[in-house]
């Protein structure tokens, strides 16, 4: 039976998705770009869900806005200005920012898409296996094995361990 | 992070790590004010059929007044209109990496910093909802002057109807004159900006519209 999203609860919802969408980009400015706009898509129009998972739901509402905003820049090469706005983006640490916290979200959005996704509804956004199962539409083992992998290339990222061969990291 | 599928404790680190984000008050504040917006959807649906043909027709002709009608000439000036609405977010400062850019990314691009070169300062930003799409606009101020640069979100918007084009380094700038209102429109890497501010002259919007931080630009 479908049910109305309650737009009155989607602030409870807050922080994981901004954690989740911090994990995606990379970079907090751009995190804070891609929920607001995730907000504004879901509240665009009344939604009706089946289950009562607001948090994965609003989790593929935000992959789905992330994808569509790397396509619309590929489809449109960035002018001077916005290529310029990349670097600073990678060069311009904010002080009030942990280096550390930094270090380990640029690690999981470093991750191929696969892993990264399991790893963020899991790790980041806390779904349980059958949740992020559901949210991302793949097999509990799937999530498992997936997880299971991705938490191991974060490590080695964060380590300084060299991946193995063969595997080749996402290139966003 | 969930203790059924907890690991090592360099595992818990993490999730510690992980958890210790927290939203920014900007992006709480704009989620509050999306929803406090939302409401009265519910307090629309109980409007009787007489009302909302009243609100209807009452729309149109402010519709008409406000916005000549001209072909997706509403979005873009009401839009423009953006610049004239306080700020409500922190102003951004200039980049510490490049002198030429603003701290503030929208949409993957960054705002430009004018106060070197054109005597423009950044004094406040604003995030609202245009339709289904998202409008950050940063205002900047010279003397009792103030001009917003607004980015909005999805897909390029159309050419204004009646606008007229002016092109720069290849790049096409629609321009528009609403009463005391110049507003410019153009793409920066696949997204509509729109610059306006009353009293301004077209020329000075385009100039600063068209300036990629090259010191040649300066004089156009």
Same mark, same amino acid.
């Given at each position: ?172 | ?101 603003? *701290? +503030? !990314? %929208?949409?993957? =691009?960054? #705002? ?6 054109? @005597? ?11 339709? *289904? +799409? !998202? %409008?950050?606009? =940063?205002? #900047? ?6 001009? @917003? ?17 002016? =092109? ?53």
């Amino acid at each position: 039976m479908e049910r109305p999203l309650d737009p009155a609860t989607l602030g409870d919802h807050l922080d994981r998705l901004y954690r989740a969408a911090y994990a995606l980009c990379g970079s907090r400015s751009d995190a804070e770009d891609l929920v607001q706009e995730t907000y504004v898509r879901v509240l665009a129009r009344p939604r009706f869900l089946r289950s009562d998972e607001d948090i994965g739901y609003l989790l593929r509402v935000l992959k789905n806005t992330f994808v569509r905003q790397l396509e619309q820049r590929h489809r449109h090469p960035a002018a001077a200005f916005a290529e310029e706005a990349e670097q600073v983006e990678a060069h311009d640490p904010r002080p009030d920012e942990a280096a550390e916290v930094r270090e380990v979200y640029s690690a999981i959005a470093a991750l191929p898409d696969n892993y990264r996704d399991v790893l963020i509804a899991v790790d980041v956004a806390g779904l349980t296996y059958a949740e992020a199962a559901r949210a991302l539409r793949i097999r509990r083992g799937t999530v498992m094995s997936r997880l299971s992998r991705a938490r191991v290339r974060v490590a080695e990222r964060l380590t300084g361990a060299q991946p193995d061969e063969g595997r080749s990291e996402h290139a966003r | 992070m969930r203790a059924d599928h907890a690991g090592a404790s360099s595992h818990g680190e993490l999730a510690q790590t992980i958890a210790s984000v927290r939203a920014p008050t900007s992006l709480r504040a704009y989620v509050e004010d999306q929803r406090r917006r939302h409401q009265p959807l519910r307090l629309r649906r109980r409007m009787t059929a007489a009302s909302v043909v009243a609100s209807v027709a009452l729309s149109i002709a402010a519709a008409v007044t406000l916005f000549d009608f001209g072909p997706d000439a509403p979005t873009v000036v009401e839009t423009a209109a953006l610049a004239e609405r306080p700020s409500s977010q922190a102003t951004p400062r200039p980049s510490m990496a490049d002198a030429n850019l603003l *701290d +503030r !990314r %929208a949409q993957g =691009v960054s #705002y430009p910093n004018w106060q070197r070169g054109f @005597g423009w300062r950044a004094v406040g930003a604003r995030v609202d909802a245009v339709g *289904d +799409r !998202r %409008a950050t606009t =940063v205002l #900047y101020a010279k003397g009792e002057k103030r001009i @917003g640069y607004t980015i909005i979100s999805g897909d390029p918007l159309p050419p204004p109807g009646g606008a007229r084009t002016s =092109v720069r380094k290849g790049i096409p700038f629609r321009y528009l004159q609403r009463g005391d209102r110049s507003i410019i429109i153009w793409e920066r890497n696949g997204r509509s900006c729109v610059l306006s501010g009353r009293k301004v002259e077209r020329g000075t919007l385009l100039a600063l519209a068209g300036w990629t931080g090259v010191v040649s630009d300066y004089g156009a």
